[in-house]
């Protein structure tokens, strides 16, 4: 076989990129690999890193050809690795974490050096080393805005890449190592620390975006209605006390057996007897007509003033 035919193997079965180290491997002198960047068959796209001349210089090569030339213990992080996960602060850049010790010389990619990056931080999607979502969120605070934070962080738990609880031990492990960025997702989970917990689940993250995005008076979560004399007479999915509006919604809690209705029912007859304004939510409503729902709360709002 032919240094040529050799070197497109290798191209093709790596998406039509290849490093030196590659081609060596499979026994490609460096006087062939010279040979066909000299002819323009092969184009250089980082110091030992090269493309077919007909792949497309698109992103998904520059991705991978980014990694090749900081292989093995390179990932794409920060805003590439957003876009892996397919979150809010995903961007075109072509971005790395490396080792503090490497410091790698290459055009049009954003290089950060790490002194920490666990295997616990690392992914592998599609082929590519990538950083973990929890990784990536607290990376995104040193190059994003924090309400880019807040959205990826929302996104994530929305749908299920990771857990409230797993983002605060990715807080509680790293912040005090000094990583640049990580103070935006703590804010973020201050902001999700109401009454003193964070929120339960995620259709409670979902709801708090509701009410933010609608420009709403921010709702007291977990909110303990208490009667004149003290005694409470529920838990509150959301409230506005001022207003003496509340807000269940379906999913928060478990209303799935004929004794956890009754129960349900009561409280809720109590709440309104006590003055309350009660209103009652699903998944759907919060997930898929948040202008609705919003609309629903304003007018109770309204209605209360």
């Known amino acids: 076989m032919s240094f040529a035919r050799t070197i497109n193997d290798v191209l093709a079965s790596n998406h039509g990129v290849a490093s030196r180290r590659m081609l060596l491997e499979r026994t490609v002198p460096p006087r062939a690999i010279d040979h066909e960047v000299a002819r ?9 890193v090269y493309r077919g001349a007909s792949t497309p210089s698109d992103l998904p090569l520059h991705l991978r050809a980014a990694l090749l030339a900081v292989e093995p213990h390179g990932v794409l992080s920060h805003r590439s690795a957003a876009r892996i996960h397919d979150l809010p602060g995903r961007s075109e850049r072509v971005e790395l974490t490396v080792p503090h010790n490497r410091r790698p010389r290459m055009i049009d990619v954003t290089t950060h050096r790490s002194h920490r990056l666990p295997d616990t931080h690392r992914l592998v999607i599609g082929g590519l080393p990538v950083t973990s979502v929890e990784r990536t969120i607290g990376d995104l605070g040193a190059v994003v805005r924090l309400d880019t934070v807040r959205a990826a962080a929302e996104t994530a738990v929305v749908r299920r890449l990771t857990t409230v609880e797993r983002l605060f031990e990715h807080v509680d492990d790293h912040a005090r190592r000094g990583r640049t960025g990580i103070g935006a997702l703590r804010e973020v989970l201050e902001d999700w620390m109401l009454s003193e917990r964070p929120p339960d689940s995620e259709i409670e993250i979902a709801f708090m975006r509701l009410v933010r995005a ?85 007018r109770a709002i309204a209605q209360a003033a």
Not at 40 to 48: D, N
Not at 216 to 239: F, K, M, N, S, T
Not at 264 to 293: C, E, M, S, Y
């Open 40 to 48: 323009g068959r092969l184009v250089s796209v980082h110091p030992g």
């Open 214 to 298: 609608a420009g709403l008076p921010p709702a007291i979560h977990q909110y303990e209605v208490v009667d004149d004399h003290g005694d409470l007479l529920g838990r509150a999915d959301a409230a506005w006390p001022n207003h003496r509006v509340l807000v269940e919604v379906d999913g928060f809690s478990a209303h799935g057996t004929p004794s956890a209705m009754q129960r349900d029912l009561a409280r809720q007859n109590g709440l309104v007897l006590a003055g309350w304004t009660v209103i009652r939510f699903t998944w759907h409503d919060v997930i898929r007509r948040p202008k609705w729902a919003a609309n629903q709360i304003e």
